[in-house]
C-alpha cells in the first residue's frame, strides 16, 4: 500500500486490516486485486474505486465524489458519513451501508450487477434505536413499446 501523488494504491493483499488516514480531500483510493481485504478509510477524501476484488469490506467516512465498484465478487461497503453517488458494474454480491446521512442523497447506479443490496437506517419512535432495513436493487425488469416509445418497469413477483 503507496501513496503515488494523490492517489493510495492498493493492490494484491490478502485477509489482512489495513488502515488509511486520509489528510486530503483530493486524495483517492484505488484498491485492485483483493482477497479478504477489510480497507478502513479514515477521513474525507475524493473518491474509492474497487476493482477485481473478492469477499472484500470497505469502510470509509465521506466522499465528495463517488465509490466506485467494479469486477467484483462479494464485497461490501459502508459509508460512515456522506457518499453522492456510488457506481456498481459488472459485479456479483455487493452489500451497500449507507449512513443516516447518506441514506437521502446517495445516487446508486449499476449495470451488469447481481445480488446488489442496499441497507440504510430508518426512523422509529425511539432515537436510541439503531433499526437498518435492507432492500435488493432489481436485476429483472419488462419492457414494452408504448405509443412509440420503450417503458420500462421492475417485474415484480407476486407470492
Not at 57 to 69: K, P, R, T
Request: charge should be negative; glycine fraction near 6%; aromatic fraction near 6%.
Amino acid at each position: 500500500m503507496e501513496l503515488q501523488g494523490s492517489k493510495w494504491v492498493v493492490e494484491n493483499y490478502g485477509t489482512e486490516h489495513l488502515t488509511i488516514e486520509a489528510i486530503e480531500t483530493k486524495q483517492t483510493v484505488y484498491m485492485f486485486n483483493c482477497t479478504g481485504t477489510t480497507l478502513e478509510i479514515k477521513g474525507k477524501l475524493n473518491g474509492v474505486a474497487i476493482d477485481n476484488c473478492k469477499k472484500c469490506g470497505v469502510v470509509f467516512d465521506s466522499l465528495v465524489a463517488q465509490c466506485e465498484i467494479v469486477n467484483c465478487k462479494s464485497v461490501q461497503v459502508q459509508a460512515r458519513e456522506t457518499v453522492p453517488a456510488i457506481q456498481i458494474d459488472r459485479t456479483d454480491g455487493a452489500q451497500v451501508f449507507l449512513s443516516e446521512a447518506a441514506r437521502d442523497s446517495t445516487q446508486i447506479t449499476t449495470a451488469k450487477a447481481s445480488e446488489v443490496n442496499i441497507s440504510y437506517p430508518y426512523e422509529t419512535l425511539n432515537p436510541e434505536d439503531d433499526n437498518f432495513v435492507e432492500q435488493p436493487i432489481p436485476e429483472q425488469f419488462q419492457t414494452v413499446v408504448r405509443n412509440g416509445k420503450l417503458v420500462t418497469t421492475v417485474l415484480e413477483h407476486s407470492s
